[in-house]
């Protein structure tokens, strides 16, 4: 992947990022962590994941 490439990925997991922490704030606020904890811990999973994916995108532009 070229160095654009690497960027564009980083820019749209950041994104997800974002969407997925707000997501986790709504849960917290309502409650529905503790209604819902598998969907909550699949939340915290997909911000993991996209974490570090991001972390590996960036180290690969760093290169």
């Known amino acids: 992947m070229t160095n654009d490439e690497h ?3 980083v ?3 950041q ?3 974002i969407e ?3 997501t986790i704030e709504r849960f917290d606020a309502t409650g529905m962590d503790e209604q819902m904890p598998e969907d ?3 939340l915290l999973t997909v911000l993991d994941d996209a974490i570090k994916q ?3 995108h ?6």
Do not use: D, P, S
């Open 7 to 9: 960027q564009q990925v």
């Open 11 to 13: 820019e749209e997991l």
């Open 15 to 17: 994104g997800v990022i």
């Open 20 to 22: 997925t922490q707000a």
């Open 40 to 42: 909550y811990e699949k």
């Open 54 to 56: 991001q972390r590996e």
């Open 58 to 63: 960036t180290k690969a532009m760093l290169e």
